[in-house]
């Protein structure tokens, strides 16, 4: 069974098609990135797959449950995004403890404490942070909040989008590490929006380029690695970003 079924996805806003006819499978386990230039469309790919983008057509499918067009409270415990600004995405009066106990108690669960302190050690924020305020932590601290919050309801398939275009340099593989490690203890699959080819080749196994709302190729990161990329565009997009030689 795969994690994530997409079938001939196409998403508007008003007249304007932004993601057109777009197919990807994310087999369990994987992580899988969608590239392309900026308004290519992949961050309303996530958006739809998370129930966030307004009228769509075509199939998703999480785990083999069927996403409904409406709101979907079952989806949140099998797939969950997690947002390129860590700042944006908390709540700015909410602490941490609070962030954190909320997907708990919108869907009953108890054992709050327990989880909280749990999921804390788990991405390697210390018990002091516990009760602090989004604009006391550092950037990455926050970026870890956002992934801690989504791995609540324990998903197994993460959206994640840009996650670590909004921080330092030198954070960026703190956070990287954290993603590779959560996947591979937690079992997590990844579906990830970046424009960032060394993240793809650091995080993913396969890739798909989006141009203008549709995808041009689906590929490895192997051919990525090794210049294999079969279509024009994507190898045009690829020298541009002048990232070859590190990717
Ligand atoms: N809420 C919205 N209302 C209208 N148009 C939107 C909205 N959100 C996105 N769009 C448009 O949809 C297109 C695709 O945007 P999207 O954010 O999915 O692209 P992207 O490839 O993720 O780009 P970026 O890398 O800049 O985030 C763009 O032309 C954008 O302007």
């Known amino acids: 069974m795969n994690a994530l079924q997409i079938r001939n996805l196409s998403v508007s806003?008003?007249?304007?098609?932004v993601v057109d006819t777009v197919s990807i499978n994310v087999v369990r386990g994987e992580s899988f990135a969608l590239v392309g230039e900026s308004g290519s469309g992949k961050s309303t790919v996530l958006k739809a797959v998370a129930g966030?983008?307004?009228q769509w057509t075509g199939e998703i499918s999480v785990f083999g449950q069927?996403?409904?067009k409406g709101i979907d409270r079952a989806f949140a415990s099998r797939g969950q995004m997690v947002f390129q600004d860590p700042y944006g995405s908390l709540h700015p009066r909410q602490t941490v403890d609070a962030t954190l106990s909320e997907p708990l108690a919108i869907h009953g669960l108890g054992g709050q404490d327990a989880r909280v302190q749990e999921i804390?050690?788990?991405?390697?924020?210390d018990r002091r942070f516990r009760f602090r305020l989004p604009h006391q932590l550092s950037g990455g601290q926050r970026q870890r909040v956002a992934i801690?919050?989504?791995l609540m309801l324990e998903p197994k398939l993460l959206l994640l989008d840009e996650p670590t275009s909004?921080?330092?340099v030198s954070v960026q593989a703190e956070i990287l590490n954290l993603l590779k490690r959560l996947r591979r203890e937690k079992g997590l699959s990844y579906l990830?929006?970046?424009h960032d080819l060394p993240v793809v080749s650091f995080l993913c196994d396969r890739l798909a380029v989006m141009r203008e709302g549709k995808i041009v190729e689906t590929n490895t990161v192997d051919a990525l690695k090794r210049g294999r990329m079969t279509n024009d565009y994507s190898r045009e997009l690829i020298e541009k970003s002048a990232l070859t030689t590190s990717a």
């Open 120 to 125: 804390m050690a788990a991405v390697g924020l």
């Open 148 to 150: 801690a919050r989504a």
């Open 66 to 68: 069927p996403r409904s």
């Open 192 to 194: 990830l929006v970046t």
């Open 52 to 54: 966030l983008a307004p």
């Open 13 to 17: 806003y008003g007249d304007t098609r």
């Open 166 to 168: 909004a921080l330092d």
